[in-house]
């Protein structure tokens, strides 16, 4: 009997939790957020980043190609670019082509440059050949 009223008197010493207990667990709790939060943001601004490369290399490609099948120009400085499909995706883009000739005189081998503009910025830059046939 003395040992249950002992059991129970220990018990009932622990009445809930005290304020430090309730901080500490809650400062954890926050640390662990915000580290989460900024997993977050990290990985949306990636997201962000590999689409907007993505979708500029595939307009490079295609304009690329686009110049690539047009006519030949002997010492030509710049090729048309064809039309920029309409679209949110690709909103302030714009695509500049540029040629040189490897050799002087031309001797039909020339090296295209396509350069990706978004708002302003140069996205990405892709390198060809256009070949006289």
Not at 3 to 32: D, K
Request: some cysteine; aromatic content about 6%; overall charge negative.
């Amino acid at each position: 009997m003395r040992f249950l009223n002992m059991c129970r008197a220990f018990v009932h010493c622990e009445a809930g939790t005290t304020l430090l207990e309730v901080v500490v667990a809650l400062a954890i709790l926050g640390s662990v957020a915000v580290g989460f939060l900024g997993g977050l943001v990290t990985t949306s601004r990636a997201t962000l980043l590999v689409d907007e490369r993505a979708t500029a290399l595939s307009l490079a490609q295609s304009q690329m190609e686009w110049a690539q099948n047009s006519s030949y120009t002997d010492n030509a400085t710049s090729y048309s670019t064809a039309p920029i499909p309409a679209g949110s995706e690709y909103a302030n883009y714009s695509v500049n082509i540029t040629a040189q000739p490897l050799h002087n005189p031309d001797d039909g081998i020339q090296k295209l440059t396509a350069i990706v503009i978004r708002s302003g910025e140069q996205i990405i830059t892709i390198e060809g050949y256009k070949v006289d046939r």
